[in-house]
């Protein structure tokens, strides 16, 4: 069959690297791609949001698979715009309507979900932009650290951890009052601070019936050691060394279950993927956040795990044929590192000539932000390459992928030196 991917992200080449993979796969359409998918499927220049479009190149090149990769479209209805259209209503589509996407697209909306229908989560509450003095009183009754969320969409930068409740206020008035994160945060959840190791599992369902994918961590903020400002992403992981047979049992009795019986129950039809962000307390898991979609970077390292035929899986989600699919992960490691552009999370240059790209053999490399100009690969965004290092352990994948990172360089490259050493010390504490 015919595929289309809606993305320019590393997330999505991850995914086009793989769906390339099948024999299912006739031709492979990215829109709007970058210069890294376009090496294998074809680029088309058509905006994430422009549903029109869209529609009329599925019906001009028989696209039998639209695959969905970032949260924009789905949150403004993509499904639900094709579902509206008797001449696209029977394209079968991975990513949920409008309705489901609101687990992600609202902090609020998955926090009343989690707590309706009995999903471990971290205590909030909800403030609007006309409460701010109300917001700054409650947080006097708050112990520090406390969690600020924007409610909407942030591009994964909404989340602020405050060490102090004088530094809270000083953030919930900049987010409420100054539209610091702009509509995104016209509502804030104040949130308990949870003391544990992160991760993100993804779940491909039908709305009635999944799989689960390989689990990952990623990281988070610019700086080694965790510090700095928050990123969409610097860096990825997968298997997890703290996820061990007994927690995931734990995460899908206590969560993906409840999440997928509490849409059915609620009447909110799903078929896509859901990224449950967790948090490992003491071997319990909480739930921290909902996202309609795969993660990125863990995308670029849960890919290279997945021995199944992902096509199969994401047509039998999309027809709801799930029943009975099993999904095979290899044992190897996988560890994603993200090489940025100077000046990442805040302002950067683009148009940055990338050497070395052809050199790595010991590596997957996954294209983010880039374009090509001239026969010359570009920077062309914040996050620009993402590399995968595949080992039969964890030291063995990071290993592989800082050597491959070692020979790719533009002006003004960046990228952390610490990505898997957490987890390293886990595995080896002395």
């Given at each position: ?8 992200g ?20 990215i ?52 579902e ?28 009343q979900f989690?707590?309706?229908?009995g ?36 591009a ?27 509509e ?8 308990e ?7 993100s ?22 700086g ?72 990125d970077?863990?995308t ?23 029943k009975n ?6 044992s ?16 950067f ?16 490399t ?21 590399i995968?290092g ?7 994948a ?27 010390r ?5």
């Amino acid at each position: 069959m015919n595929i289309l991917i809606i993305g320019n992200g590393g997330r999505e080449h991850a995914m086009a690297w793989k769906i390339n993979q099948s024999k299912l796969c006739s031709h492979l359409f990215i829109a709007p791609g970058n210069a890294g998918t376009d090496q294998i499927g074809e680029n088309v220049s058509i905006a994430v949001d422009d549903f029109e479009a869209l529609g009329e190149f599925c019906i001009e090149k028989k696209i039998g698979l639209v695959v969905v990769g970032p949260e924009g479209p789905l949150v403004m209805g993509i499904r639900d715009y094709f579902e509206s259209k008797a001449e696209l209503s029977s394209i079968a589509m991975v990513g949920p309507g409008k309705e489901g996407a609101q687990l992600e697209g609202s902090k609020d909306f998955s926090k009343q979900f989690m707590v309706r229908h009995g999903v471990p989560t971290a205590n909030a509450r909800t403030f609007q932009a006309s409460e701010s003095k109300e917001a700054i009183r409650y947080l006097d009754d708050c112990k520090a650290p406390v969690v600020l969320k924007a409610d909407g969409l942030a591009a994964g930068k909404g989340v602020i951890i405050s060490a102090s409740i004088e530094d809270a206020k000083v953030s919930i008035r900049e987010m409420l009052e100054e539209k610091k994160f702009g509509e995104a945060s016209s509502k804030v959840l104040v949130e308990e601070f949870l003391q544990g190791i992160e991760l993100s599992v993804f779940v491909l369902t039908d709305g009635e019936h999944y799989v689960v994918l390989p689990e990952a961590k990623d990281y988070k903020r610019i700086g080694d050691n965790d510090t700095g400002p928050n990123t969409g992403g610097m860096g990825a992981v997968s298997p997890v060394v703290f996820a061990d047979s007994v927690f995931m049992k734990k995460v899908e009795e206590r969560v993906i279950k409840p999440t997928i019986a509490g849409l059915k129950k609620d009447g909110i039809a799903y078929k896509g993927f859901i990224f449950i962000g967790l948090m490992n307390v003491e071997g319990e898991p909480y739930v921290i956040e909902y996202n309609a979609r795969m993660g990125d970077p863990e995308t670029e390292a849960v890919m290279t795990r997945i021995d199944s035929d992902l096509v199969d899986l994401l047509s039998a989600c999309a027809k709801g044929q799930l029943k009975n699919k099993e999904i095979k992960i290899s044992s190897n490691y996988a560890a994603t590192i993200v090489m940025a552009s100077g000046g990442y999370p805040d302002s950067f240059e683009k148009g940055k000539t990338i050497s070395g790209l052809s050199k790595s053999n010991i590596a997957v490399t996954f294209h983010a932000g880039t374009i090509n100009q001239n026969n010359e690969i570009k920077t062309n965004g914040g996050r620009v390459l993402a590399i995968t290092g595949i080992g039969q352990n964890l030291k063995e994948a990071s290993r592989n992928a800082y050597a491959a990172v070692s020979t790719i360089s533009w002006d003004g490259a960046y990228y952390r030196k610490d990505i898997c050493q957490d987890l390293l010390r886990i595995e080896n504490p002395t």
